[in-house]
């Protein structure tokens, strides 16, 4: 008997019941196939939509999703998606794998109700270990750190922002260029952008699409 088969064989009674929604089938397949080959691992399904991860909950009972964060052809995706899917199921453990930066997303997933998060370049194994401690400890958060999976409360980032900052960045989130939040403002084009790279210093975002990340979750969501 190969070493497949004994593992098969000696899969546990109560397994951990996993659902994954990914609008990638590459990366879904990829994951649920490394999942598959662990004894307390059971992959139920795999989705491409949150329509269908919603109706495939109602038909059957799961112990995890394991979602993506980015559902750019979806009528919901990012913090709002992870919030219906906590109040569509409370007890489930939402496990966020995304391509957007940890810095830019894991305090708004954590906000919103999710139980880790985590980079799509995390290794496989740490993807298990921590869906593993996710569902151990479900009243905690998780994420990885220099290679180390964390038990952690992420920090607002927009706690370090000056009132200043913070009313320019409104402005921006209602759309409005630097010239025309410095018009509304009664301030120089030169002040409003050197407080607007002041903030996006303070938040850890690198460019225009990371801000424009968070103040659609901060100021929108």
Known sequence: MNSRKILLLSRPKHRINVVLLD???IVALGVATYLHDYADFEVGATVSTADDLLAELERNTYDV???DYYLPDDRVDGAAFIRRLR????S???VVLSAARAADAECICHRAGANAFLEK??????????IREAVGSPR?????RDGCIDCLVPIPREDALSSAEVEILRYIAEGLSVSQTAARLRR???TVSTHKRSAMRKLQVADDLGLALYLKEKFRG
């Open 23 to 25: 609008d990638h089938p």
């Open 65 to 67: 999703a394991l979602v």
């Open 87 to 90: 109040t569509c199921a409370p």
């Open 92 to 94: 489930l453990v939402i």
């Open 121 to 130: 370049a995390t290794p496989l194994s740490l993807i298990a270990d921590t």
């Open 140 to 144: 905690k958060f998780f994420a990885v």
């Open 188 to 190: 120089s084009k030169k």
